[in-house]
């Protein structure tokens, strides 16, 4: 058997990667949506890595590991990552984009390598600590290559704090995450997550536009089940796919 066939088979692998907006700011969930509809963009707002926390305390600028974030989280599970979660600092909603993962890969969307920083498991984030530390010493961090590669690096696991104070965990792993670099142009035919109710009021938006780089979107609720959404994607309204 081809791997592609097998691939397409494995419920546990998605086809699509999805970028998922959050309130923050005093600018809510679905504005943000709204503005990525309207500019065709999605903004790299957040620095990530464990490369962040050195540069800013070193004074320097951390921009250059500002990232698009996005999970393989299979469609019909995305409704989980919107949930309250305990230990996460803040919480995603319903809102977002879709694009398939075989449109990431060629854009340079890349997979999140998670390094485990458990006491005595973390003998690979220390040689990498020592990298990031000798080039923010050497100068600016931003032109140096290891700044490429630390936005894709991401810790994990658990233990004591240095003076054994409190603990610490940092266990997201499993949100299966990928990165791209710098702000990323969804300009060409991606899905758009959104309740059901809220539908009208972002293809509103889009028809607004004089020139709309978004080709006749596909809209999806995340709260919608896998035959709910392959039901609407195969155009049948929610009473046709009602079960009475």
């Known amino acids: 058997m081809q791997v592609e066939r097998l691939l397409a088979r ?24 709204k503005n990525i509809v309207r500019t065709h963009v999605i903004e790299a707002r957040s620095p990530y890595g464990p490369a962040v ?38 919480r995603f909603e319903p809102y977002g984009i879709a694009i398939s993962k075989k449109q990431g890969r060629k854009r340079g969307v890349n997979p999140v390598w998670y390094l485990d920083i458990t006491p005595g498991h973390n003998w690979l984030t220390q040689p990498l600590e020592q990298m990031i530390d000798t080039v923010i010493a050497a100068g600016q961090f931003k032109d140096n290559p290891l700044a490429r590669l630390t936005p894709f690096i991401e810790q994990m696991g658990r233990g ?30 991606p899905i758009i997550l959104c ?44 009473d046709d796919l009602g079960a009475f």
């Open 10 to 33: 494995r419920t546990d692998l998605s086809t699509f990667l999805v970028h998922l907006t959050r309130s923050s700011g005093g600018e809510s969930a679905k504005d943000r949506l």
């Open 53 to 90: 926390p050195r540069i800013q305390k070193a004074g320097q600028n951390a921009d250059s590991q500002k990232c698009v974030c996005f999970t393989e989280t299979p469609l019909e599970h995305v409704h989980i990552l919107t949930s309250e979660i305990d230990d996460r600092d803040f």
């Open 160 to 189: 004591q704090h240095a003076h054994g104070e409190t603990g610490y965990k940092k266990e997201f792993w499993w949100e299966r995450e990928w990165r791209y670099q710098g702000d990323f142009d969804i300009s060409g035919r």
């Open 195 to 238: 309740p059901a109710a809220d539908q009208p009021e972002i293809k509103a938006v889009l028809e607004e536009q004089d020139a709309n780089a978004i080709d006749d979107p596909s809209f999806i609720d995340p709260q919608w089940s896998l035959e709910q959404i392959i039901g609407k994607l195969a155009g049948f309204t929610m």
